[in-house]
């Protein structure tokens, strides 16, 4: 069965902080897609990042930084220089190839005070 | 282009009432899928669907009912409503054949259920 941990339940860091959100993940599948979504305080969920089982390059978007390395099933998330806009709960997920039906973690709080 | 939108946003129901949430999508996709989150929980797959006409069970399916009779609607229905079933609910969809394969779930609004 597929799983998805995410250990830290909430983060409080200072605004200018680096901060990193861990995920580790648990598939026997050999092909598999890794998400991590944004949920701020007005509920929705934003989409962050997809990222394919075959692609193991880290990627960067502006202050946002993904790291995956299947040899210790992780994906985390850096975001650098974090902004009190950065409050949210971040949910790491994963998919199986076919139907893509999406298995959460329990979401990680980040707080970013002023 | 409204992309994932979900009637009602909130709902009060009384245990032993019935009721339909509706999700609707105009990004043509193949794919949509019914969540439910609770508190410190993530979200949970309840049922989904890979075409009109078709459905599914998730990880949660019991004391719900779906229906996909048109591609972009897709709806979740709790016959008899119990207090266990209050929570938040998610609509997603994804996958378009014309566009090429998309493999991301954009999600509606959610819908804030209310069982006394």
């Known amino acids: 069965a597929q799983k998805v941990t995410q250990a830290q339940t909430e983060i409080s860091v200072v605004e200018k902080e680096d901060v990193t959100l861990d995920c580790v993940y648990e598939t026997r599948d050999t092909t598999y897609y890794l998400f991590w979504y944004k949920q701020p305080p007005s509920g929705e969920l934003v989409f962050l990042i997809r990222r394919n089982s075959f692609d193991e390059q880290n990627e960067i978007s502006g202050r946002y930084s993904w790291n995956f390395q299947k040899s210790t099933s992780s994906f985390n998330f850096t975001i650098t220089a974090s902004q009190v806009v950065d409050s949210a709960v971040y949910f790491c997920a994963l998919s199986d190839w076919g139907a893509q039906k999406l298995v959460f973690g329990q979401g990680t709080r980040l707080t970013i005070n002023p | 282009n409204a992309g994932v939108t979900q009637t009602p946003k909130f709902r009060v129901l009384k245990t032993g009432q019935s009721m339909t949430l509706l999700c609707a999508q105009d990004m043509n996709h193949e794919y949509m899928y019914w969540y439910r989150q609770d508190p410190g929980m993530g979200l949970r797959l309840i049922h989904y669907?890979?075409?009109?006409?078709?459905?599914a069970k998730g990880e949660v399916p019991d004391g719900y009912n779906v229906s996909r009779l048109k591609k972009q609607n897709f709806l979740l229905g709790l016959e008899s409503a119990a207090p266990s079933q209050t929570s938040v609910y998610f609509c997603?969809?994804?996958?378009?054949?014309?566009?090429?394969?998309?493999?991301?779930?954009?999600f509606g609004p959610g819908t804030r259920l209310t069982v006394l």
């Open positions: 997603a969809s994804s996958y378009s054949r014309l566009e090429g394969k998309t493999d991301t779930q954009y």
């Open positions: 669907s890979v075409g009109e006409g078709t459905t």
